[in-house]
């Protein structure tokens, strides 16, 4: 048995931490993995999906980004009824749902057919992230967070790697397999992917250390005394507690600018990294739409060594400044990007921006998860994912937008760099101040 938890500071052996990482990280991981498959695969399918339904690159760009309104009107009451029912209801409620409206867009056969299922689909997952996020605050104290929350986000450039192959795998053999052109077989596979997935998560995932069958009543008893004992430090030393607090706190709204300009990095790359691939590799002769899909898993590749390889040096720095630095890096990659005249240059360009931005993403959590406690917790963190959802529907349609009157994706990467950079200048600011529990 583990030796007491001392008040305030976690004595659990790292034996326990590691037993509780191996539980409940994959699951939750696979659960993020089935979802970031899910609003990533218009991405994947863009260039067939546009040929059969006759779509511009803007259309494109709007279907992809309509998802994000769901996400950005229901996390806050997702998360609050994730509060009351308990992780595992509700995030196998959430997944259900999105795996038959997934499996339904196989039939779209429109732009407006495309965009409602799209928008549908949104409503349908969202407060899964903020939901997972909010969970693992409820397993991993402050000590903890960083290498948790690096191995959670693991699974983003994991999402790719696995969605590619399969994208193109469908694209290549789905007509034959289901009679069905391969783009809508993608979208039949994940839906039933992602229903398998649900009842794994009903079954298996604990809601709370004290309900986890797999650890003994010392562990659960260790681990619940570290928890409580932390929120009554932070409560003490000035975090937010409750749902008001939190969805009025300047700095919580600081925090969720910041959060979107992290994430407005990401997703125009997720949506139109294979189309611009398609678009700049003329030293490769140009290619095709099976090659530039698995192409845009080289980045994703990348992202995963530079977080397990960031995670090791972040615990022993500030969460600040943990997440600046990769996100500098991001910033760097993107203005490469736009200089880049080969497909060679441009990957490796983006390799760099996709590292970045990924490996700035669990870090940047350490810091409201400091800040928030309770009911403040459950709200602030979906109040941040909510607004940073913004950027979710605004990238991937300015984007389109504008390699359509354009021709080109160059303005676009500048304007997300220069986007980015202001998140840096806030997180910079604001974020000192809530890493220190000062806030307002």
Known sequence: MNSPVATGESTVSPRTWRKVGIRIIPLVGLAYVASYIDRANVGYLAAPMSRDLHLTTGQIGLAAGLFFIGYILVEVPSNMMLRRFGARKWIARIMITWGLVTAATAAVNSAATLYLARLLLGFAEAGLAAGILLYLTSW???????????????????????????AAALLEWGQSMFGIAGWRSLFL???ALTVVVSVLVFVFLPDRPSKARWLDDGEKAAIEATLAAEAEEHRA???????????TSRRVWVMAVTWFAIAFGLYPLQFFLPTMIKSI?????GAGDVSSVLLSAIPYAVALVALIVWARFAARRSAVTATAIPMALGVVGLLLATFASSGTFFVIAVCLSVAGILTAMPQFWRIPAIGLT?????SGIALINSVSNVSGFVGPYF?????????SFTYALLAIAVIMTAGMAALLTTGRRMERLDVS
């Open 237 to 247: 030393r000035g975090a937010l507690s409750g749902l008001r607090e939190a969805l």
């Open 140 to 166: 991993f104290p402050r000590r903890q967070r960083s290498w948790a929350l690096s191995a959670f986000f693991l699974m983003t450039p994991v999402s790719s790697i696995i969605g590619s192959p399969l």
């Open 399 to 407: 984007t389109g937008a504008i390699a359509t009157t354009t021709g």
């Open 281 to 285: 590799t003329h030293s490769l002769g």
């Open 374 to 378: 309770g009911a403040a917790a459950a």
């Open 189 to 191: 596979v994940e839906g």
